[in-house]
């Protein structure tokens, strides 16, 4: 039997890449200068992206502080709105030359409940507890103690109404509150 002959032309075709210098011959490591070369460009590439990335933060942020100068502006606008009507009825109540006390009593009345509701519409909404409400020193203020039969630290009378917006307390309630016992 014969072997076999192992030639640089069996083994390519048998796919050893090692003996094929073109096609598995290790490359040689590019030069320093290739290399130079290569670091520049991704370094511009890079600096690209971190300019471009820098500017549309700053674009973002200059964008924000433009749309908190204008939100702040205009805030008040629709609270504005809905109070010139307020504004409307006082005037014309005013505008009424020796009107009756009646007249001008109801003209009165007829504003507040359009202020009232200019409040509403804008989340303003009263603090005004009902007496035995238990005293709330976010909702109300003591203004002073009284000795009732009531529970100890509760609203016995409301001296002024208070007002919350959003759930923040714009002015407590002012109250008397039953003395604690000791």
């Known amino acids: 039997m014969q072997e076999p002959q192992d030639s640089s032309a ?3 075709r048998a796919g050893d890449p090692a003996d094929d210098p073109a096609e598995g011959a290790p490359s040689a490591p590019p030069s320093i200068e290739q290399q130079l070369t290569d670091l520049r460009a991704r370094h ?4 690209d992206a971190f300019l471009r990335a820098k500017a549309e933060a700053e674009n ?3 964008r924000a502080e433009e749309e908190m100068s204008k939100a702040r502006k205009f805030a008040v606008e629709s609270f504005a709105e809905s109070l010139l009507p307020v504004k409307d009825s006082l005037e014309a109540t005013l505008a009424i030359k020796g009107a009756p006390p009646e007249q001008l009593l109801e003209g009165v009345n007829a ?5 009232g509701t200019a409040l509403e519409r804008n989340k303003v909404l009263e603090i005004n507890p009902q007496a035995g ?3 709330d020193p976010r909702l109300h203020q003591a203004i002073s103690v009284a000795s009732a039969a009531q529970e100890p630290n509760t609203v016995v009378a409301v001296l002024q109404k208070g007002y919350s917006i959003a ?4 002015r407590p309630a002012l109250v008397t509150v039953t003395a604690p016992q000791n």
């Open 10 to 12: 069996n083994r390519r």
């Open 44 to 47: 511009a590439e890079v600096s």
């Open 60 to 62: 973002t942020r200059r």
């Open 111 to 115: 504003t507040l409940r359009q202020l």
């Open 133 to 135: 409400t238990r005293f």
């Open 167 to 170: 759930e923040r307390t714009l």
